[in-house]
């Protein structure tokens, strides 16, 4: 079946600017999950929704950011203002629920963000 | 705090074994991940511990010690194809709920 998918796989936007990073998770999977990685680092934690609601938005690391999922299926997440720090590759994952024994997450390929 | 520690790098021999070790610090433990990521592409799962001992899945196998904070990631029969960074990740339920802690990934090279 189909995997996770991101669009773009690529963004090039100049500081300040506004930008919309979309994921399609796998069909039923109700647990999706936002990460930043950047060259030679790990995942870094952004965000996590169960269904359409954010269960943990502690890994946002300001008010620049924001992402919403409002039917509990695809998610999209928000940055104002671009800086150039911003520049990673957002990865998408879903999972099946979260906890227990459906642990598994599924990794959507990325978007790499480049702000100039 | 949480924090997860793994080397940076390490190079093995095609054919050969090689131990991938992490050590992790979280008062909320709820399971270990290791996970595999090609340059370029997104990780791939590969095993899960949430128990202490060995968890054996064909070349790959992975250990945990609750007690100690300690994983590692057992590569057997190595391939050129392994070449990728492998990531240690904890799941962690310090906040009330489940979020995932990765570390900065290990870049395993395998030379002919």
């Known amino acids: 079946g189909a995997g996770v998918s991101q669009t773009p796989s690529n963004k090039v936007t100049e500081k300040g600017k506004y930008v919309e990073l979309r994921c399609d998770p796998i069909?039923?999977?109700?647990?999706l999950y936002w990460y930043r990685q950047s060259l030679g680092q790990g995942p870094e934690f952004l965000i996590y929704?169960?269904?359409?609601?954010?269960?943990?938005d502690s890994g946002l690391p300001n008010d620049r950011f924001f992402a919403v999922r409002p039917e509990g299926s695809v998610s999209t997440l928000k940055i104002q203002r671009t800086e150039r720090g911003d520049s990673a590759v957002y990865l998408c994952a879903s999972s099946l629920t979260v906890g227990g024994s459906s642990y598994e997450q599924y990794f959507g390929p990325g978007t790499r963000l480049t702000v100039t | 705090g949480q924090n997860i520690d793994q080397p940076t790098e390490m190079t093995a021999t095609e054919g050969a074994i090689v131990q991938i070790n992490c050590t992790y610090q979280t008062s909320g433990f709820n399971g270990l991940f290791w996970y595999q990521q090609h340059a370029g592409e997104a990780p791939t799962f590969l095993s899960y511990n949430v128990l202490d001992g060995l968890e054996e899945k064909g070349r790959f196998s992975s250990f945990l010690s609750r007690s100690k904070g300690y994983s590692y990631l057992l590569l057997k029969e190595l391939q050129m194809k392994d070449s990728a960074s492998y990531l240690c990740a904890v799941r962690d339920l310090t906040s009330g709920t489940y979020k995932y802690i990765f570390g900065t990934g290990t870049r395993l090279k395998v030379l002919a």
């Open positions: 069909s039923g999977h109700t647990a």
């Open positions: 929704f169960q269904g359409t609601g954010a269960a943990d």
